[in-house]
């Protein structure tokens, strides 16, 4: 066993001074607040959240995308052409090594794990590889050499549409039946056999308009760990939804789905006021990925209404364009006010914007990937950040006025000292220990994929 020592920390019993935690095996086992300084001493620990969603791959595409394409109102749908042609690049090896970078920039970033919703399968003829889960294992292998926790979620993709359409282009690399999709998930579980015990796999149908109401019922009962789906995120996909099933996305699968805790909904940027109460009260998490959402123009997610009912929440990181944890958390809550001309849009009576974002997605991110973690408590996988307050962005505040710092001023530039991953140590002084040997890997990526999508 060994230990750390915070000057302070937050625990599920609120804010404690001079904390000493305990950690083996992975597992907090012990967290003893008013204790001598037993082991390296930080300033701020926190527990490091769970990015809820990322699609690994994107983050070479960082940057490319800016320009305007050929219809002159550029849209999500336009991206997302752009998205599949530079699909057909990209090797196992040149995923792996993207992912690896990722990963490691989330590390940095403080998360302590993330929830991979991964696929891309197949060759870009769409012809699977020798090995099912090929592409499954270069993420998982990803995550073991940075060290961040991971819950892998094999996605099923069926069609082009609501209508059943045949998959084209980029889209051939996602694409499954449900009988090879259950090879697919079972060759991908096989994958982690060998990880770390705190890897997990759950199940990803990736959203109505790709996957038939049977296929989804088949999905749904393929799995026992967790449920992510994207959900009403574009105008057109609710139009297509509601012209094909009779009811909007969110409204469809409340009245067809028994959704509970193990369900995580990407984006939910459109909603209406009636299915943000009803998404509430399911006790589901709404996985929010702000800065992503703000790149594509998805819209803004009922954040306030959604608080109030009792709604639960986390985020990610998405298409990795740019990843910052609690640029993430200002994005939101700065959403809500441009809507809504408010401010501290978030707070409450008893705890301020910072806090109850941060409470939201430490915990809401461990529901959603399945992961005993999100408190400094005993029995917890050991996910922990640790941040400096003596900069011009914390300075030395305490509490909750600490986090708000963290979030509304410097956005965590400078701050993140350490992160633990299960225990893992696998940041030191802001910096993750193979940085040099994986940013060398990924520039080497992008040299052979050159600098244009076309």
């Given at each position: 066993?060994?230990?750390?020592?915070?000057?302070?920390?937050?625990?599920?019993?609120?804010w404690?001074?001079d904390v000493t935690?305990?950690?083996?095996?992975g597992?907090i086992v012990?967290?003893?607040?008013n204790?001598?300084p037993?082991?390296?001493?930080h300033?701020?620990?926190?527990p490091?959240?769970?990015?809820l969603?990322s699609?690994a791959?994107?983050?070479?595409?960082?940057?490319?995308t800016e320009?305007r394409?050929?219809?002159?109102?550029?849209?999500?749908?336009?991206?997302?052409?752009?998205?599949?042609r530079?699909?057909d690049?990209?090797?196992p090896?040149?995923v792996?090594?993207?992912a690896?970078l990722?990963f490691?920039?989330?590390?940095?970033?403080?998360?302590g794990?993330v929830?991979?919703f991964?696929y891309l399968?197949?060759?870009p003829?769409?012809?699977?590889?020798s090995?099912l889960?090929?592409?499954?294992?270069?993420?998982?292998?990803?995550?073991?050499?940075t060290?961040i926790?991971?819950?892998?979620?094999?996605v099923l993709?069926?069609?082009?549409g609501?209508d059943?359409r045949a998959?084209?282009?980029?889209?051939?690399r996602?694409?499954n039946d449900m009988?090879?999709?259950?090879?697919?998930h079972a060759?991908?579980?096989?994958h982690?056999?060998?990880?770390?015990?705190?890897y997990?796999i759950?199940?990803?149908p990736?959203?109505l308009?790709?996957?038939?109401?049977d296929?989804?019922?088949?999905?749904v009962?393929?799995?026992?760990?967790?449920?992510h789906?994207h959900?009403a995120?574009?105008?057109?996909?609710?139009e297509?939804?509601?012209?094909?099933?009779?009811?909007?996305?969110?409204?469809?699968?409340?009245?067809?789905?028994?959704?509970?805790?193990?369900w995580?909904?990407i984006?939910?940027?459109?909603?209406t006021?009636?299915?943000?109460?009803?998404?509430?009260r399911?006790?589901?998490?709404a996985g929010l990925?702000?800065?992503?959402?703000?790149?594509?123009?998805?819209g803004?997610f009922n954040?306030?209404?959604?608080?109030?009912?009792g709604?639960?929440?986390?985020?990610?990181s998405?298409?990795n364009?740019?990843i910052?944890?609690?640029?993430?958390?200002a994005?939101?809550?700065y959403?809500?006010?441009?809507?809504?001309?408010?401010?501290?849009?978030?707070?409450t009576?008893?705890r301020s914007?910072?806090?109850?974002?941060?409470?939201?997605?430490?915990?809401?991110?461990a529901q959603?990937?399945?992961?005993?973690?999100?408190r400094?408590?005993?029995?917890a996988?050991?996910?922990?950040?640790a941040?400096?307050t003596?900069?011009e962005?914390?300075?030395n505040r305490?509490g909750?006025?600490?986090?708000d710092?963290?979030?509304?001023?410097?956005?965590?530039?400078?701050?993140?000292?350490?992160v633990?991953?299960?225990?893992r140590h696998?940041?030191?002084h802001?910096?993750?220990?193979?940085?040099?040997?994986?940013?060398?890997?990924?520039?080497?990526v992008?040299?052979?994929?050159?600098?244009?999508?076309?």
């Amino acid at each position: 066993m060994h230990h750390i020592h915070a000057r302070q920390a937050l625990t599920p019993d609120g804010w404690a001074s001079d904390v000493t935690i305990g950690i083996d095996c992975g597992r907090i086992v012990s967290v003893n607040a008013n204790a001598a300084p037993k082991g390296p001493v930080h300033e701020l620990l926190l527990p490091a959240p769970t990015n809820l969603h990322s699609h690994a791959f994107q983050r070479a595409m960082a940057g490319l995308t800016e320009t305007r394409g050929p219809d002159p109102r550029d849209s999500f749908w336009t991206w997302r052409q752009l998205m599949y042609r530079f699909l057909d690049r990209l090797t196992p090896d040149h995923v792996e090594a993207i992912a690896q970078l990722v990963f490691m920039e989330m590390l940095e970033a403080g998360y302590g794990a993330v929830a991979e919703f991964h696929y891309l399968h197949h060759a870009p003829s769409g012809v699977p590889y020798s090995d099912l889960a090929e592409m499954a294992g270069r993420i998982a292998r990803a995550a073991q050499q940075t060290g961040i926790g991971l819950t892998l979620l094999p996605v099923l993709y069926t069609h082009g549409g609501c209508d059943r359409r045949a998959l084209e282009g980029g889209q051939r690399r996602f694409g499954n039946d449900m009988a090879r999709f259950a090879d697919l998930h079972a060759s991908s579980r096989a994958h982690l056999a060998d990880a770390p015990q705190d890897y997990a796999i759950g199940i990803a149908p990736h959203s109505l308009r790709a996957v038939d109401p049977d296929a989804l019922d088949e999905a749904v009962a393929l799995s026992d760990g967790p449920i992510h789906m994207h959900l009403a995120e574009q105008l057109p996909e609710v139009e297509e939804v509601k012209a094909a099933r009779g009811a909007r996305p969110v409204e469809w699968l409340l009245d067809n789905h028994a959704v509970d805790p193990r369900w995580c909904l990407i984006h939910c940027t459109q909603m209406t006021a009636d299915e943000t109460r009803a998404l509430a009260r399911t006790g589901a998490v709404a996985g929010l990925c702000p800065i992503t959402e703000s790149s594509l123009g998805d819209g803004i997610f009922n954040g306030t209404d959604y608080a109030a009912a009792g709604g639960r929440f986390g985020v990610g990181s998405d298409s990795n364009i740019h990843i910052a944890l609690f640029e993430e958390m200002a994005t939101l809550d700065y959403s809500q006010r441009l809507r809504d001309r408010s401010r501290a849009a978030l707070a409450t009576a008893d705890r301020s914007t910072g806090r109850v974002l941060f409470d939201a997605v430490a915990q809401g991110g461990a529901q959603a990937a399945g992961r005993a973690s999100g408190r400094i408590a005993a029995g917890a996988w050991a996910d922990l950040v640790a941040l400096s307050t003596d900069n011009e962005w914390v300075c030395n505040r305490h509490g909750d006025t600490a986090l708000d710092s963290l979030i509304f001023t410097g956005r965590g530039r400078d701050c993140v000292t350490d992160v633990w991953s299960a225990g893992r140590h696998v940041v030191s002084h802001g910096r993750h220990h193979a940085r040099d040997r994986i940013t060398r890997a990924y520039r080497k990526v992008i040299d052979e994929l050159g600098q244009e999508i076309g």
